[in-house]
């Protein structure tokens, strides 16, 4: 019924090939040393299709406003993570009738991706009079592992997900057992395959530059780069334990503990490069500092918002960047889960925004230097 | 719209499911034990993408094996040929234009359209064509679990091969075990398909293709490495499930045979994707030829090769998708074939059989013939993939 002969010439050759493999990797990781030298340390955690979509955008926002009378317009580009997309409707942004404003959010929250967005929009056509980057002071923290494979164990993750009956979910963290040896044998390997990716969005814009083409030719240019589509229409608040799910992970990632804030952090270095880069051609850069529930706003440690004040005023002095603190702005009714607006929340944000950006962009000179010596 | 979610050779599920066929089915000596064994690892990989709704699929294939024995034993055959036929028509439109299922917003219907894209149903309703006309033609109708190897086979959801009825039914129970040179020569097959996939598709797609939107003269140069970077991708995916196949040992069909060396159109589909070629041939183009020589009663061969180019050609662009732009995609392959076909005739009427070999010698003339196939097959491509609907000329036309 069963002959293991049947099998023995196929379970050798794939045992040699696993052994090879096994083998060429083992020797690898002394020579890398665990982490490969020529990976930087400043690598953001934005994918590339979400770069592209992001190009896409800033493609079709230049393309539109080159086709405009782009001497009668502004553009103002909105740079932040997913409390973006739940906090500001562009379209609906009110700061004077010659202001259009372009959203872009990175699925992170982490002060690099934002910075690497904000290199791309300074690639477009149509360089931005100012760049808004609407932060918390935890994008500024230093994230253990946040490179790291994200495919790991975690029971608390599976009991959420069966408690929730998500069960694809489930399937998914219970694989990832399996990937726990490759975790610890290569902890590099999602960060390298991640810059991979990422040399090679870049290495496209180069082969297209070369070509005499835009640096964002290559990208499809957004049908409706102005709109952002609310991602739950209509929710009021998050399913229950979703907070606790969300706690879980801030804890595991070390947000809420003043260590995790360091002096001069690779997130407020990228950030200081970014807004002199900006400066150069003569956009201008303020810091929103983002609406967040009460809750979370109790629990980040004081040193968050420290280190960022000191760390902007010891980078450009009197010529810092504006930091408008919005964080209490908003009810935490407003909130689907402390974090993210709702719908309604949204709206409200947007408005609050828009005024303190109008009279900010009306006095701008002036209030620069003011601001940052709050 | 994605919704894309195959059992993927990317995916750690599609290298589990190979090595379990390996040992498990790999060693069997019974014929039937292995055809159950291969079945319940065809199940098992659906059920790891499909969950609980693997009972829908597993009622389908039931039904299908019970319609095909009353179809072997002549009972409501019309009936059952016709109502399967208008059931798989349905299934692939729906699979082929999910949008509108899904805007209807019934229960479910999200994870039906699912579902079929899991299973890849464009292949699954050729090969339903396949094996209904094969045991209408008389051949012996398949057991349950011949039924589901045939149907649903893992390792060739993603991307086929569509392997003919006839091919599945003949190979051995228990298939001779594979030397270790054969062994070799399957993981040589798998990897050289990996390569291909992730080291030079994937290269050229994230350099290069830009979904036509650099535009000016890069679209000259886009169409060409669009049509390479299909080839490369699609035929990586063959050579995965041909080299899975010969491990598991499964029959599983070559697919690609260097298409762009083809010198012309009939050539061309020889060589590119060859088990859909050979699955229009039996089943639409030889009937539509053949009875259309019954209507003319053996006249007018070339005008009737003609028409059962044209035929076959365009319900194999709807088949890809359902639109003007693959209609207009087999409508040109189907020109370039009628073209071939009545140059050859031409060529055969002025020059003669001598003077075709000599035709057919001429380094030259390959060499011109290979470039303008190529150019024919990319600009097909091209008609069939180009984002028109970016062309302001395009969005502005009234209507």
Known sequence: MYDPKRISSRVLVLLSLAGVL????????????????????????????????????????SRELRRSARGAERLGVLIGGSSLIHGVDPTQMDTGAEWRWLSLAPSGAYLIDDCALAQLT????????????????????????????????????????????????????????????????YPNRTRISRYLRQMSFEAQQDVFHAMAFSRLAPYEPDPTPWAVDFPYPGAVRMPDGWMEFVYHGLEKSKLFEPSSYPANGQGIRSLADTVRRARGVGTEVILVLMAEGSEVRSRMPREAETRLREAVHREFGDSSPMIVDLRGSVVDDMFLDQLHLSDKGRNIFTRILSDRLRQVLFSRAGSISDHAAQ | MMLVTSLDFYGLEFWLMVGLAILVVGGLTSATARSVALAAVNLGALTLLVHWRIVVIFAGLVAVWLALKLIAHRVARSQILIAGGLATLGLFVLHKAPDRLIALNLPGSRGFVV?????????????????ARAVADGRQPPSLTATINYLVPFHMLSAGPIQSYDDFASQPGVPRPPSKAESLEAVELIASGLFKKYVIANTLQALFITDYSAGGWYTVLEIQISYVWLYLDFSAYSDVALGAGRLMGV???????????????????ERWHITLSQFIRRNVFMPVQVALMRETRGNYALQNASVAFLISFLLCGLWHSIGPRYLLWGALHALGLIVCNLYRAMLLKKIGRKGINLYLKNRWIHVASVILTFEFTALALAAATYPFDRLPWWTDYPG
């Open chain 1, 22 to 61: 096994g083998l060429v990797g083992v020797g690898i990781r002394p020579i890398v040393g665990g982490r490969p030298s020529w990976l930087p340390e400043t690598e953001s955690t934005v994918d590339v299709p979400l770069y592209r979509k992001a190009a896409g955008r800033v493609l079709a926002a």
């Open chain 2, 115 to 131: 579902t079929l894209t899991i299973v890849g149903f464009s292949y699954v309703a050729l090969r339903l064509v396949e094996v």
């Open chain 1, 122 to 185: 300074l690639e477009g056509s149509a360089q931005p009079d100012v760049l808004v980057f609407l932060i918390t002071p935890s994008h500024l923290a230093v994230l253990p592992g946040i490179h790291d494979d994200t495919s790991t164990f975690d029971t608390d993750e599976l009991a959420f997900h069966v408690r929730r009956r998500e069960w694809f979910k489930a399937q998914t963290d219970v694989a990832n057992l399996m990937l726990i040896p490759w975790n610890v044998l």
């Open chain 2, 251 to 269: 029959a599983t069909p070559v697919n690609f045979r260097y298409p762009y060396l083809a010198r012309n159109s009939i050539d061309y589909w």
